[in-house]
């Protein structure tokens, strides 16, 4: 059985197979990606050096195995190439001017030994047989070293001094995982060469154990690398759940600061509301009430001198304070909007009626119709319609006249504001009076209709349909 020779095959394959892994991280991953494409291109070149040393060991004739010679030189080549390139990578000692003088050293042996090997030997005797104690039988040539084979061999002295240089000053700086996996791979690897060694000087009878020797350093160290990819995994899983962390506190402070920015908001809101109540008391309540006050006060006196004027002056206050209470009504209103959902529709046109008459003293004359129960947004909706119209009409319309008719039935509300004021074309309305358009939206929103009719000189009538849908 050729155990000897499977077993090379065994190590090649494993590193054929370091190789390819290590291709694929290099090519994948930003981070070290010289190192590991060294490293790949090492392992893949020691596995073609081992096939090509399998070759010499299975040669039966000289011939065979100086040609099978000439094969293996390359790839010891560039594994001691790529191997110096990928240690100066690990440790980050990078003496270029040596790294470079050891390359022509490999390359020009490496040159010769495919050239012809009188350059690397002077004299190739011949081959003889080494039997192991199972029976396999290896050739090993007896040669005379020449001038090449010098070079070839002081190179790997220089590399093999370089390399423990480079591991002490990788330990000195404090990566000490690192060098001590780096120098333990090393060490085998220099037994091998001084086996080697004894065995072409003839001190001993023994088989060459250089290809095995990049064995140790090569799981050596793709066991440190391994390790280093396990380390950036957990210190990214760390970075990720410190991120993850981080979120959580931020989006807890963020939830935080969002209810106390919607408290603030709320009572911004609260104190804007408060202050608008506050105008719209002085603007109308007050100075209606101060209007009411005035004429009570020169009331009798006004009675005495002309009972007709008194009289008059009567149905003046008892406006005013109709408005002044229509206003306060609407008020209330808008601080309990939901009791304004519950209100009577007919209620609420003569609360408004009576609120812009107090107002403006212009008559509103309200005319219901009918009587029914209506939904809460069709209420509302009627009641901001009114509102937004009778706004309207105080600010635009100088009108001395307001009719206000609501006809409820059955299946249909039909509401009719009409003024005698001085009109518009409702084709030239300026885009910022938003007033139609909201009277338009709010009608809309419940699904009836709106119309609006107006002339320069000839006033403005509203009217909103809202039909009972059908099941």
């Known amino acids: 059985m050729n155990y000897f020779s499977v077993t090379l095959g065994v190590v090649a394959g494993i590193c054929l197979g370091f190789g390819i892994l290590y291709l694929f991280i290099g090519l994948r991953r930003k981070e070290k990606k010289r190192l590991n494409l060294t490293f790949s291109l090492f392992a893949f070149a ?17 011939t065979d195995y100086i040609s099978a010679g000439r094969y293996n030189g390359p790839f010891v080549v560039i594994a001691w190439i790529s191997l110096l390139w990928y240690v100066s990578f690990y440790t980050k000692v990078q003496p270029r001017p040596l790294l470079y003088l050891l390359m022509i050293a490999f390359i020009g042996a490496g040159v010769a030994n495919t050239l012809g090997p009188n350059l690397i030997y002077e004299d190739i005797t011949r081959i003889t047989f ?21 070079v070839f061999l002081l190179a790997q002295l220089v590399s093999i001094g370089f390399i423990f240089f480079a591991c002490f000053r990788q330990y000195r700086r404090g990566e000490r995982q690192a060098a001590v996996a780096l120098g333990v791979g090393m060490l085998w690897f220099i037994v091998t ?26 799981i050596v160290l793709s066991i440190q690398m391994a390790n280093e990819v396990i380390k950036t995994e957990e210190k990214l899983a760390d970075y990720r759940q410190n991120l993850e962390t981080m979120v959580e506190t931020r989006t807890a402070e963020l939830g935080v600061t969002q209810k106390k ?5 709320q009572e911004e809101a609260t104190l804007e509301e408060r202050s608008r109540l506050a105008r719209d008391l002085h603007d109308a309540v007050t100075q209606t009430i101060y209007s009411a006050a005035l004429i009570a006060e020169v ?17 003046k206050l008892r ?3 109709r408005g002044a209470l229509a206003e306060m009504r609407s008020l209330l209103f808008e601080l309990r909007p ?69 006809h409820q039935s059955v299946d249909e509300i039909r509401l009719t504001i009409q003024d005698n004021g001085r009109g518009f074309d ?32 000839q006033g403005t009538q509203v009217c909103v349909t809202w039909s009972e849908p059908t099941a």
């Open 130 to 150: 080494f039997t192991l104690p199972w029976g396999e039988q290896l050739a090993i040539a007896e040669v005379t070293e020449g001038l090449w084979f010098t």
């Open 193 to 218: 060469i001084v086996v080697d060694s004894l065995v072409d000087t003839g001190t001993i009878d023994f088989i060459f154990l250089s290809d095995f020797g990049f064995l140790v350093l090569a």
């Open 338 to 406: 939901a009791a304004l959902e519950h209100a009577d529709l007919g209620s609420l046109l003569l609360q408004q009626g009576d609120a812009l008459t107090g107002r403006t003293r212009i008559p509103v004359t309200v005319d219901v119709k009918g009587q029914r129960e209506l939904p809460p947004e069709v209420t509302v909706a009627f009641y901001r319609i009114t509102q937004e119209a009778f706004n309207n009409v105080e600010k635009h319309a100088r009108a001395d006249q307001v009719t206000v008719i609501l």
């Open 319 to 321: 406006q005013l304070v």
């Open 261 to 265: 920015l919607l408290q603030q908001t």
């Open 46 to 62: 020691y596995a073609g050096a081992i096939l090509a040393a399998a070759n010499n060991y299975a040669a039966t004739l000289l």
């Open 426 to 457: 409702p084709a030239s309305i300026p885009a910022e009076r938003m007033g139609v358009q909201f009277m338009r939206e709010r009608a809309e929103g419940i699904g009836a209709t709106f119309e609006l009719k107006s002339r320069p000189g």
């Open 299 to 315: 009331l009798p006196a006004v009675w005495e001198r002309d009972p007709d004027q008194g009289r008059l002056n009567l149905a």
